[in-house]
T-cell receptor
Framework: DGGITQSPKYLFRKEGQNVTLSCEQN?????MYWYRQDPGQGLRLIYY???????QKGDIAEGYSVSREKKESFPLTVTSAQKNPTAFYLC????????????????FGSGTQLSVL | AQKITQTQPGMFVQEKEAVTLDCTYD???????LFWYKQPSSGEMIFLIY??????QNATEGRYSLNFQKARKSANLVISASQLGDSAMYFC?????????????FGSGTRLSIRP
């Protein structure tokens, strides 16, 4: 079955530690996204990538880093510079459409809950 | 800059009634797409409906319809005949412009609770 796999489901970070959240998709999608969700809040965009070897900062990129070496994979690293990393992290992907006439759909993974020890 | 606004943090609706969830957006780009997603307590994001900026007709998907009023920059979600399983968070989202730098942003959400 095609889809997006995020791992791990739960992750704990110690003070000063970098941790990496995995996101893999087998949908052959060009575009991938990382969002952060705090309790009872909306989704805020961290980073996104439309093509391999290229990515753009979202609205809250500070303290995070990403790579896009393969089409299928878009890992997110939460660095020690992110002082408040506790949140639910959602990865998503979509086909790259050229205009709004294409019925676009953003597919999501099941999320990773990151907590600080 | 693009922006999505959902002004209803929470709503209570009686089962079987219709409900409208508000969403307004702001963009200067003439080409944009609007989405609605449902997030149950399990945390998964479920796609509901999409509306393109050039679509002449309002999008519909089963019990969901999108009331698209372009001049008012609003894209309200209408759920007909609400069910207990509709209780969830609902998010409006938008992609504005279609380039390698275009992104999809979300509103703050509306928590919908259906009363039996």
């Amino acid at each position: 079955d095609g889809g997006i796999t995020q791992s791990p489901k739960y992750l704990f970070r110690k003070e000063g530690q970098n941790v990496t959240l995995s996101c893999e998709q087998n949908l052959n999608h060009d575009a991938m996204y990382w969002y952060r969700q705090d309790p009872g809040q909306g989704l805020r965009l961290i980073y996104y990538s439309q093509i391999v070897n290229d990515f753009q900062k979202g609205d809250i990129a500070e303290g995070y880093s990403v790579s896009r070496e393969k089409k299928e994979s878009f890992p997110l690293t939460v660095t020690s510079a992110q002082k408040n990393p506790t949140a639910f992290y959602l990865c998503a992907s979509s086909i790259f459409v050229l205009d709004s006439s294409n019925n676009e759909k953003l597919f999501f993974g099941s999320g990773t809950q990151l907590s600080v020890l | 800059a693009q922006k999505i606004t959902q002004t209803q943090p929470g709503m209570f609706v009686q089962e079987k009634e219709a409900v409208t969830l508000d969403c307004t957006y702001d963009t200067s780009d003439p080409s944009y797409g609007l989405f609605w997603y449902k997030q149950p307590s399990s945390g998964e994001m479920i796609f509901l409906i999409y509306q393109g900026s050039y679509d002449q007709q309002n999008a519909t998907e089963g019990r969901y319809s999108l009331n698209f009023q372009k001049a008012r920059k609003s894209a309200n979600l209408v759920i007909s005949a609400s069910q207990l399983g509709d209780s969830a968070m609902y998010f409006c989202a938008m992609r504005a412009g279609y380039s390698s730098a275009s992104k999809i942003i979300f509103g703050s959400g509306t928590r919908l609770s259906i009363r039996p």
